[in-house]
């Protein structure tokens, strides 16, 4: 037969479920008070790094929005400045070929000139020459073929030329 239930086993009964719901309510309050602090804070931290991380990467996309405007850039001057460089490579070339040309043509001319001078030079030698080898031949068979009488009337004759100045002109 069962017997009821005496008044410390309902104590100890109630006194379990009292203590089973002191520890629910103080693990309760504990878990707020400790647990959820902690919690929010590290998801208010998580979130800050979120919102860091996005600002970061915001800032990123920009720099690189702008470091590849600045590549373009670049580009564009690289290209401008090959272009400049072939172009001013073009006209030095053309230059330097012009300047050749006018130093070969001026020392043509200068070389013309100085076969000219030669050439007139190389004929008053060669007509001195001419002259004095005549004069040689002339003299040596003139002692031979003129006798005084000759020689006499030749001067004269010469003499006269040249005061007449017949002799004069038709030489100059």
Do not use: C, H
Not at 60 to 76: F, Q, S
Not at 120 to 125: L, R
Not at 129 to 147: K, P, V, Y
């Amino acid at each position: 037969m069962e017997t009821a239930p005496t008044f410390y086993e309902q104590l100890a009964q109630w006194s379990e479920i009292v203590g089973g719901f002191a520890f629910v309510v103080v693990a309760i309050v504990l878990f707020q008070k400790y647990v959820l602090p902690a919690v929010r804070s590290g998801q208010i931290a998580k979130n800050a790094d979120l919102v860091n991380a996005e600002e970061r990467r915001e800032k990123l996309t920009a720099e690189i929005v702008k470091a590849r405007a600045e590549v373009e850039a670049a580009d564009r001057d690289a290209r401008a400045i090959k272009e400049r460089a072939a172009t001013d490579g073009v006209r030095e070339r053309q230059r330097f070929i012009d300047e050749a040309r006018a130093d070969g043509e001026r020392v043509v001319a200068n070389a013309g000139n100085e076969l000219g001078r030669a050439r007139v030079a190389a004929q008053a030698q060669l007509r001195a020459d001419f002259l004095s080898r005549a004069l040689e031949l002339a003299r040596s068979s003139a002692a031979s073929r003129i006798d005084a009488g000759v020689n006499a009337r030749l001067v004269s004759s010469t003499v006269q030329t040249l005061l007449s100045g017949d002799g004069v002109e038709s030489a100059a």
